[in-house]
């Protein structure tokens, strides 16, 4: 175990994280808001001397394997959640560390969910920081260290790495080289958010609001400046973002194949087919069954496309109190839940290309079952997946379910109703933000216990990092040496 490579990347994320703390306490001294100016230069200065620890223990050798890869990963997480979650606590928004740890995790994870009933009396300083942090875990902040900076030595170093953070049954390169691949993602991620801002700007969308709305969409995070998400925005802004969010859900190698020109390659991409399929049949099935609430069917359509493509790239934003719909509408958001977006972005969920890959691999069963000497592989997109991966992807889904069973346990605890504790398990595993009942768009998570708090906060980070690395944390095993 290389416990001194492991350190180093704690020290490097912490390091990264005091840097991108700069603009907060830069907001927070320039509008005189001294407490929370203060809380955020404390918790930039202890980064600081935290990260100082990769100084003092240089590790010996730099390899990282696929144990620490995936150690490295959760506990970068743990440790930037930690931290990132002292401007609150130090400032003097969030009272408790829970709640703020909670309110950080869920930035960080994309998830949206929030435990704050008054948003818009947060200081400008920490509103930003708090919408900063979905841009920053939406791609990673790994991937972004690969970006920027060599990690480790050995072939295979920089693969572990990504392979725990990045979203999907399996991890392909862009280009030949892993650190290269890094940067075409991030320089695709800046492009579309940058773009986005654009397109907010034209609509009269003040600067402040068009940089944290799309923090929040780029992650697929949720968290809005206003008390009531983005209903207060005009019909084009909301559609800039029912946009900007469907796009952000598509697997972010289809755009650099795009960019290749190579039509044909996209054209023949069955999860993006499955992706959009499911996205436009849900937005046709929930405007039919909610135009009796709208006037009209354009207004049935707009909030309809909104929400569709807010919950299924498990961004969270709202325009509309979806708990006052009819059941079937409901119960397709619900089942857009456990779907998510694609593999390779920024949304979260079980993915399309899991979903796809568990059909195949059950068709395959049944012909086995049919006809038990036939030889049955199961493809996509023309090629042969292999059966490590439909291995793991079988693994992924005994243990999403279980621990969605535990945690809805420990979080039924509350005795809340059930249907506000399924949805808000479901809601933080998946990364989504709002569920049902007391949790919906309108609600929050303020009224669960601390227990029930650090298991939703478990829950958001075990669903951001795909459970795994999550799971190997618990595992005497993960830690031996050898």
Not at 180 to 190: E, G, M, T
Not at 270 to 297: C, H, P, R
Not at 401 to 428: G, K, R
Request: glycine share 10%; net charge positive.
């Amino acid at each position: 175990m290389n416990h001194r490579m492991i350190l180093r990347l704690i020290c490097y994320i912490l390091r990264v994280e005091a840097v991108c703390l700069l603009p907060s306490l830069g907001i927070s001294f320039f509008r005189g808001e001294v407490q929370a100016a203060w809380g955020t230069g404390i918790t930039i200065a202890l980064a600081g001397v935290l990260s100082l620890s990769t100084f003092l223990l240089p590790p010996k050798d730099k390899q990282i394997l696929a144990r620490e890869g995936f150690l490295s990963v959760a506990l970068c997480w743990v440790a930037v959640s930690l931290v990132g979650a002292l401007p609150f606590f130090l400032g003097g928004a969030i009272p408790s560390y829970i709640d703020c740890l909670f309110e950080t995790v869920s930035g960080f994870t994309t998830t949206g969910a929030s435990i704050l009933t008054e948003i818009e009396g947060l200081p400008l300083g920490l509103l930003y920081w708090r919408s900063f942090t979905h841009w920053l875990g939406g791609m990673g902040v790994l991937v972004f260290l690969l970006a920027v900076m060599p990690m480790g030595k050995g072939r295979n170093s920089l693969l572990h790495v990504m392979r725990a953070e990045s979203p999907g049954p399996q991890v392909d390169k862009l280009v030949p080289k892993l650190q290269n691949s890094a940067k075409i993602l991030y320089a695709i991620y800046i492009g579309l958010t940058l773009l986005q801002v654009a397109f907010l700007l034209a609509g009269g969308m003040p600067l402040f609001d068009a940089l944290t709305t799309a923090f929040g969409t780029a992650g697929t995070g949720g968290f809005s400046i206003k008390n009531d998400s983005l209903m207060s925005y005009s019909p084009y802004l909301q559609g800039v973002c029912t946009v900007f969010m469907a796009l952000f859900g598509i697997n972010f190698s289809i755009f650099y194949l795009l960019l290749l020109r190579q039509f044909h390659k996209v054209l023949h991409n069955q999860e993006l087919w499955l992706y959009l399929g499911v996205m436009a049949a849900s937005i046709a099935v929930i405007t039919w069954d909610i135009f009796s609430l709208y006037q009209g069917v354009g207004e049935a359509l707009h909030q309809a496309a909104f929400q569709v493509s807010s919950i299924m790239t498990t961004t969270g934003f709202a325009t509309a109190d979806f708990n006052q719909w009819p059941a079937l509408s409901k119960t397709v958001l619900v089942v857009l839940m456990f779907i998510g977006a694609c593999a390779g972005s920024t949304g979260g969920g079980v993915k399309a290309a899991r979903v796809l890959l568990l059909c195949k691999s059950g068709r395959r069963s049944v012909k086995r079952m049919l006809r038990p000497r036939s030889v049955a592989q199961v493809h996509m997109d023309g090629q042969t997946v292999e059966e490590e991966v439909i291995q793991n992807t079988h693994s992924y889904l005994a243990l999403y379910l279980a621990i969605l069973v535990v945690s809805t346990l420990f979080v039924a605890l509350d005795e809340f109703s059930l249907e506000t504790n399924a949805t808000a398990v479901i809601a933080c595993l998946n990364n989504i933000g709002p569920g049902l009942d007391l949790v919906g768009p309108m609600g929050n998570f303020s009224q669960f216990s601390p227990l029930s708090k650090l298991v939703l906060t478990f829950d958001m980070l075990a669903g951001r990092l795909e459970i795994f690395p999550m799971i190997m944390l618990f595992l005497p095993m993960a830690w031996r040496r050898g």
